[in-house]
């Protein structure tokens, strides 16, 4: 049995290694926001989501199919919750339960398999009556071969056999074994046989003639002959002990990565949850093939902002199509990070089969998704922050793909504008030139301006909207780049909003003195 509800037709490696760079993804889009909400104080919610989300797929069929089985769980939330609990009774009922799969003796591995699969049948019998409620009710492909799956291996007759190949296990009447004569004597070709029919008249049985044999009896204290017939008993049922312990290797194996895949679409539940509640819009995205440069855009919203404002975050609206540059320019604390981080999750988010948080949201799908975002400096920087700054660029080169897209977050700004600008324009022009798409918010109004005046079809320039009066309304237009980043309006805001209030409370404390 196989849950297949990542992918169509294979299971999801947990065990998987991390992309190269998944701690920037993590750091520069604020994934953890978006992980914790999803996990809702789950560990293994949270490790699951953490694996699942960041391997982008870029196969149209997989992305849909996940979309309508992420949109069934979130219609039909209570069957979904119930069959995770489902998987979960099976999984703790085995780590409640002592047995001896790695113990030398085959009676012992068939113990324990027998009463492993005796607790399961119930758990089985739980999981074929949901599918035969809930079938109906799923819309998707993904649940409609699962339930498929689960009525056709969990018939009635299904449970009638292995109930009684149980009962036949547990050698009621004694194990039936036969064996040859090697060399030297020694047994050899132990095969463990199927017990003879009893004649269902008790008279017959009891007075009827028996097949000739001959019959030994081991006295109660011969501690070496009970060892010798437990080994040849041993020899007889290991076959049958190992296949048994397989086979309930195969039900647990399968209830756990049920559970794990189940995991990620409760997580996908959770975040909708979450959202919906805060009044945050949500959509299904229309992904488009990677070799398309497509951008239709309305009302999309950084999805890790929203969640801890508890407020819903200014949209923007961007339709680039053709588009393989984008550069994002204009006033400081405009909006322009908070856009860029946006569009980082919401590709990630698409990409993973997940919903977007956006009015509607219609993207080529991406090869790979890399940041390259200004770092503070700290001590651990072993040279200058522009060192540091090519370093990573470098790293990214190596792995970058075709079709890659790429998030750049005022880089290349350590040094001086010309050479920031150089440096960056170069880096941009390679990289177009190997067809990576690339979002760029900047301050070099070098490089800004020096790519608007060679301007193509292929680039778009966007600027964070400031009104005459200095506010920001966190909105992006189509526009040329500016000379200026109005960093004058936040020394008004912040230094001399202070001396204002220094003014104000020293008048105030000549009032009293004068009063006192």
Not at 289 to 302: K, M, P, Q, S, T
């Amino acid at each position: 049995m196989k849950a297949y509800l990542l992918y169509r037709d294979r299971d999801f490696n947990m065990h998987r290694e991390a992309e190269w760079n998944e701690p920037a993804l993590v750091q520069d889009l604020g994934l953890n926001t978006l992980y914790q909400t999803m996990a809702q104080g789950d560990a293994f919610l949270y490790d699951v989501i953490k694996r699942v989300v960041p391997v982008s797929s870029v196969i149209l069929d997989e992305i849909t199919y996940r979309q309508t089985i992420l949109n069934d769980c979130i219609i039909h939330e209570t069957t979904v919750r119930q069959l995770y609990a489902i998987a979960i009774e099976a999984i703790e009922t085995e780590r409640k339960s002592y047995y001896s799969f790695f113990s030398a003796s085959a009676s012992s591995v068939l113990y324990g398999a027998r009463e492993m699969i005796q607790q399961f049948v119930d758990v089985l019998k739980a999981l074929r009556a949901v599918a035969d409620s809930q079938a109906g009710q799923f819309q998707s492909e993904g649940f409609a071969q699962f339930f498929s799956m689960i009525q056709r291996e969990l018939t009635d007759e299904y449970f009638v056999t292995i109930r009684l190949c149980l009962k036949e296990l547990k050698f009621g009447g004694g194990v039936l074994i036969s064996a040859g004569l090697g060399t030297g004597n020694k047994g050899i070709s132990y095969v463990l046989r199927k017990p003879h029919e009893k004649d269902p008249n008790f008279l017959k049985r009891l007075l009827g003639k028996r097949s000739p044999s001959l019959t030994f009896r081991i006295a109660d204290r011969d501690e070496n002959g009970a060892r010798a017939l437990a080994e040849l008993e041993a020899r007889g049922i290991n076959l049958v002990a190992n296949a048994l312990a397989q086979s309930a290797d195969h039900i647990l194996s399968f209830f756990t990565m049920l559970r794990t895949e189940l995991a990620f679409y409760l997580g996908g539940v959770n975040l909708h949850n979450e959202l919906t509640r805060r009044g945050l819009a949500v959509c299904v995205p229309a992904p488009r093939e990677r070799v398309e440069r497509w951008h239709a855009i309305e009302g999309l919203y950084d999805a890790s902002l929203g969640l801890r404002s508890g407020r819903a975050p200014v949209g923007n609206d961007v339709h680039g199509d053709g588009k393989e540059l984008v550069v994002i320019t204009g006033a400081n604390q405009g909006g322009k990070s908070t856009f860029l981080r946006a569009i980082g999750l919401a590709q990630i988010m698409m990409q993973c089969g997940m919903f977007v948080t956006a009015s509607s949201f219609s993207a080529n799908m991406c090869d790979g998704i890399l940041t390259h975002y200004k770092r503070e400096e700290d001590a651990s920087m072993k040279s200058g922050k522009l060192d540091e700054e090519l370093k990573r660029m470098s790293a990214i080169i190596e792995h970058i793909k075709e079709h890659s897209l790429l998030l750049c977050n005022e880089s290349f700004s350590a040094t001086n504008e010309r050479e920031g600008s150089e440096i960056a324009r170069q880096i941009i022009v390679a990289l177009l030139q190997k067809r990576v798409k690339i979002v760029f918010v900047t301050h070099l109004y070098a490089l800004a301006h020096g790519l608007h005046e060679q301007k193509t079809q292929g680039m778009m320039f966007l600027r964070a909207e400031r009104r005459p009066d200095g506010e920001r309304t966190f909105r992006l237009i189509d526009a040329e780049p500016l000379e200026t980043s109005y960093g004058e309006d936040l020394y008004q805001r912040i230094f001399l909003s202070q001396s204002d209030e220094q003014t104000h409370d020293k008048s105030a404390s000549a009032d009293l003195s004068k009063v006192e």
